[in-house]
């Protein structure tokens, strides 16, 4: 397949994707108890001040009326007003979306290079001890959930050894005007690391807490591939051209062991990005997922939609990068 | 003449105490074939593996010599005698299919030990990679050199492992079953390639095969192996003439002759096997008392 079919067919897969979302959320929402209208008024409202705030909203027409409204904004780029502060809801997303994007590429960052380095170790040092103890390490990671893992960091090196923040996305006292939401790409753009210094410790512990679940998995997988891959022929062959075992391990498994790996990592980083939610909530960090919780407690119908939409957008990207990476890497699937 | 490859009482187990080879003595001159038989789990490719120190890692070489051009292995340091290993001796292996790492190109796979390990320039190691791609009989080596393995025949990647083999001008190859995993025909071409290759350069030949067909053909000497013990080390000729050990008669009733492809084949009779391992035994008893 050429790569503008098989772009073309991601893109007619994505779009199948997103309508059907659209379809669940738009619905479920509006199944679900509680309206925005009662939030907004105060208890004691006349079924009058009621029928005309719903008439201004458009909710009293029919849900498919409704759907079918909010479709026709949806495709050409409109995803309505947000209830709570009447701004465009494509306006308030993307305003929170780098705050997201950013600690959810920090987590993977670090998740990557602890996992990495910890299935590397675990099998050069294969059959020992220190194997052992990556083993056990890695079970303990695994069995305690993101959110867990946030309390304990708060705990940890919030309190008890406070050398990071443990709210917000920077300092209240931060001399320094963004011209973009892109916090940490900006202040290294423009060389403020006494900036990028503030941003890192505040994100610094959400990230961590996001990372350490994905890190024990990609060290559980890598290092077990990489100790089947250890096995191959052509690695016997590599160590008979007289390279050692640590070059046997990085040149000649590693490329070949990290496949399986990446596909993980692809379907794993959809978890942590759906982690942020919770996790942005924990550290205050202004974010997409905290965005979200706040417009779920005001039943803030379009703007839920529209976090949702992002999210379902952001999950189809990463599953596009996660194939085409595959193929850079695998000579086998490049003339398929 | 000195040899060029000496094993001596060379002792490998499995664990503590399990021996895996019994006290193999072994000698290759420079130039020669020697052909080491055996059935499957006498142990003779773990010969080549000690060699080469490619044993798995539940086995250990408990003593014994292998010296090999001069340079006692078992005494060197772990990459002093990875680097020894790497310029003097390589591998031919059983499998072209797994043998070749799919995600590297032919050329690198070829060029790496001369880069890395010998500290060639990339230029030299690879205009002498198409040069042995094209004395291996590979049509098109320039765009050989850039192709991945899958996109290659198993006959075709079997001669790049031969052509790789020679890559640093070896003076021992070990080659470990090459022919098991090809079709006959392919098994003919590669043999002879093999042998041309080797007559070509002046190398020494370990060839591990169970075929003593392949050995009357290539061989100047053979060794036979059963459980680890060296049952018999010869020459070619007398060995074919006159095997000295029972074993070893009841092998060669068990080839096919070329002379006479319809002659009925005897499987190695059950006496012969039985006495065999009552030497295996004695022989553990032996050592266990010295």
Redesign the interface.
Same mark, same amino acid.
């Given at each position: 397949m050429t790569l503008l079919k098989r772009a073309l067919a991601q893109l007619c897969t994505t779009a199948i994707t997103l309508f059907g979302v659209a379809i669940v959320v738009f619905f479920v929402v509006r199944v679900v108890p509680g309206n925005p209208i009662a939030m907004m008024l105060p208890p004691g409202a006349s079924a009058e001040d009621i029928s005309r705030l719903e008439a201004l909203y458009g909710l009293d027409k029919s849900i498919l009326h409704q759907f079918v409204i909010w479709l026709g904004g949806a495709v050409q780029g409109d995803l309505g007003t947000s209830i709570t502060t009447r701004q465009p809801v494509l306006e308030l997303v993307l305003s929170r979306l780098p705050a997201t994007l950013e600690l959810s590429m920090m987590a993977l960052v670090i998740a990557v290079a602890i996992g990495g380095v910890l299935a590397l170790t675990g099998t050069r040092m294969r059959?020992t001890r220190v194997e052992g103890a990556i083993d056990v390490g890695n079970g303990m990671a695994l069995s305690v959930p993101d959110f867990l893992w946030g309390l304990v960091l708060i705990l940890a090196f919030g309190v008890l050894w406070p050398i990071f923040h443990i709210s917000g996305r920077a300092s209240p006292t931060l001399d320094f005007e963004f011209a973009t939401k892109f916090y940490l790409f900006e202040s290294v753009l423009r060389l403020r690391f006494d900036v990028w210094l503030d941003l890192v410790s505040h994100m610094f512990m959400p990230a961590l807490a996001l990372a350490i679940p994905l890190a024990a998995i990609i060290a559980q997988l890598l290092k077990q591939s990489l100790k089947e891959t250890m096995h !191959?022929?052509?690695v016997? !062959?590599? /160590?008979?051209?007289?390279?050692?075992e640590n070059?046997v391990i990085l040149r000649?498994a590693l490329?070949?062991a990290i496949l399986p790996t990446l596909t993980l990592v692809g379907v794993q980083f959809t978890f942590l990005i759906g982690g942020t939610v919770i996790i942005e909530r924990l550290f205050s960090y202004e974010g997409l997922g905290n965005m979200a919780i706040d417009a779920v407690i005001n039943r803030d119908l379009p703007l839920i939609q529209g976090i949702v939409i992002l999210f379902a957008l952001i999950f189809t990207a990463v599953n596009l990068v996660v194939d085409l990476s595959y193929a850079a !890497?695998?000579? /086998?699937l490049r003339h398929g | 003449m000195t040899p060029f490859l000496q094993i001596s009482n060379l002792n490998v187990t499995l664990g503590q105490t399990h021996p895996i080879l019994r006290s193999v003595d072994l000698t290759l001159s420079e130039g020669e074939t020697r052909g080491l038989v055996g059935e499957s789990g006498a142990g003779k490719s773990m010969i080549g593996k000690a060699i080469?120190?490619?044993l798995p890692?539940a086995l250990r070489v408990r003593s014994g010599e292998i010296v090999l051009d001069g340079e006692d292995l078992q005494r060197l340091a772990? %990459?002093d005698r &990875? &680097?020894v290993?790497? =310029?003097k =001796? =390589?591998?031919i292996?059983?499998?072209p299919l797994? =043998?070749?790492?799919?995600? %590297?190109r032919i050329g690198v796979q070829i060029t790496? &030990?001369l880069v890395?390990?010998?500290g060639w320039r990339r230029k030299a190691a690879e205009a002498r990679a198409i040069e042995l791609l094209d004395e291996v009989h590979i049509p098109n080596p320039d765009r050989v050199m850039r192709a991945?393995p899958?996109e290659l025949s198993g006959g075709m990647r079997q001669r790049i492992?031969i052509a790789a083999a020679f890559a640093a001008e070896p003076k021992l190859i070990i080659a470990d079953e090459p022919t098991t995993a090809l079709d006959v025909t392919a098994q003919k071409q590669v043999l002879k390639l093999i042998h041309e290759m080797q007559q070509r350069h002046g190398t020494s030949l370990l060839f591990v095969t169970h075929d003593l067909g392949v050995v009357s053909k290539i061989c100047q000497s053979l060794t036979v192996l059963y459980s680890g013990l060296v049952l018999e080390s010869t020459g070619v000729d007398e060995f074919f003439a006159t095997p000295r050990h029972a074993y070893s008669r009841a092998l060669l009733q068990a080839t096919p002759k070329y002379t006479d492809p319809d002659a009925s084949l005897t499987p190695v009779p059950d006496p012969v096997i039985e006495a065999t391992q009552r030497e295996v035994q004695m022989f553990d008893r032996k050592q266990a008392h010295v």
């Open positions: 059959g !191959l022929d052509y016997t !062959l590599a /160590r008979t051209k007289g390279y050692g070059s000649e490329p070949n !890497l695998n000579p /086998r | 080469l120190g490619t890692s772990d %990459k &990875r &680097r290993i790497g =310029a =001796a =390589a591998l292996p059983q499998d797994t =043998a070749l790492n799919p995600s %590297k790496n &030990r890395d390990i010998l991945y899958h492992l």
